[in-house]
């Protein structure tokens, strides 16, 4: 059983900063790539950024420049900064991670509850 839980979420003013945090718990194998996406009332999904074992991090074009994401893979666990906040952020933010729980297994994907993030004056 592998859980992913958020932690961070909250109201903040346009131009403000957040950060979210995610672990990651159970029997893991090993973890492949970590990332966050989020979900805005009546939109799709969508990835903001991810964090890949080797090293190298992806970023939607709207966050590019405000957002970073980092891992500290001692502890299975993702963060993201989050800068110069607009309205447009506003979204539920989910944690995703790509791993495998046994040499066996395949790669699946895993995902924490989501946690709320609205930016408002």
């Known amino acids: 059983q592998v859980q992913l839980v958020e932690s961070g979420g909250g109201l903040v003013q346009p131009g403000g900063s957040l950060r979210l945090s995610c672990a990651a718990s159970g029997t893991i194998f090993n973890i492949y790539a970590m990332a966050w996406y989020r979900q805005a009332p009546g939109k799709q999904r969508e990835l903001v950024a991810i964090?890949?074992?080797?090293?190298?991090?992806n970023y939607a074009d709207s966050v590019k420049g405000r957002f970073t994401i980092s891992r500290d893979n001692a502890k299975n666990t993702v963060y993201l900064q989050m800068n110069s906040l607009k309205p447009e952020d506003t979204a539920v933010y989910f944690c995703n991670a790509k791993l495998r729980l046994t040499v066996l297994d395949m790669i699946r994907d895993y995902w924490g509850q989501g946690t709320q993030v609205t930016v408002s004056s």
């Open positions: 964090s890949s074992n080797d090293g190298r991090t």
